[in-house]
């Protein structure tokens, strides 16, 4: 069962290459818009890289509607709540 509690900070967006690099057509990734990496829309190497990259440190939702990706993160947080926002920051991440 999915928790009630609402993801916060979450950033919702489509991918720039239709989820090749991506994994998906939407993205949803614990971070405030303004923190993410402008490389996640970049070039095909840029943006290759920054999915590659982020994925080591925080967990990506995934889906093919802007829902399913927002679940698909809420899913990764509850079952490793390690890699919630408000942890990897108050740590200093």
Do not use: S
């Amino acid at each position: 069962m999915i928790n009630e509690k609402p993801i916060y900070p979450v950033t919702i967006f489509t991918a720039r290459y239709q989820g090749i690099y991506e994994g998906g057509q939407w993205i949803a990734l614990n971070e405030h818009v303004e923190d993410i990496d402008r490389d996640a829309q970049g070039d095909d190497i840029a943006c290759m890289e920054f999915f590659l990259e982020y994925e080591q440190t925080a967990p990506i939702g995934r889906g093919w509607t802007p829902l399913r990706a927002y679940l698909d993160l809420k899913i990764k947080l509850e079952t490793n709540p390690e890699l919630d926002w408000f942890e990897r920051n108050d740590r200093g991440w």
